[in-house]
């Protein structure tokens, strides 16, 4: 399995930006299809957005579509999470994923990765 290391979250204003970084200690990252998920409080682990291997598909939840964008840069073994227009229900803890298996619809659930983040957490105040 792959390690990441997710880091970036913080405590930012409703309508702020934040950027997550995870970075991969894989050398055959560029293999992987990644992704970000979320988890708040009390709630199930939920999908936010995947990037396959290639970089030309990318997948979003309805709830950050035109506000995040997911990318990657394979020389330096990381994916990236721009978070824009951000709003309080976006607290959580951010979780980065890899898949070496799946592809597709796969990639917006848990069950379509096999290596997993610690999670940075990110907090917007109203």
């Known amino acids: 399995q792959v390690q990441l290391v997710e880091s970036g979250g913080g405590l930012v204003q409703a309508g702020g930006s934040l950027r997550l970084s995870c970075a991969a200690s894989e050398r055959t990252f560029s293999n992987y299809a990644m992704g970000w998920f979320r988890q708040a409080p009390g709630k199930e682990r939920e999908f936010v957005a995947a990037?396959?291997?290639?970089?030309?598909?990318?997948y979003y939840a309805n709830s950050v579509k035109g506000r995040f964008i997911i990318s990657r840069e394979n020389a330096k073994n990381t994916v990236y999470l721009q978070m824009n227009s951000l709003v309080p229900e976006d607290t959580a803890v951010y979780y980065c994923?890899?898949?070496?298996?799946?592809?597709?619809?796969?990639?917006?659930?848990?069950?379509?990765?096999?290596?997993w983040g610690q999670g940075t957490q990110v907090t917007v105040s109203s």
């Open positions: 994923a890899a898949s070496s298996i799946y592809a597709g619809v796969m990639l917006t659930t848990t069950r379509g990765y096999n290596s």
């Open positions: 990037l396959t291997w290639t970089g030309s598909s990318t």
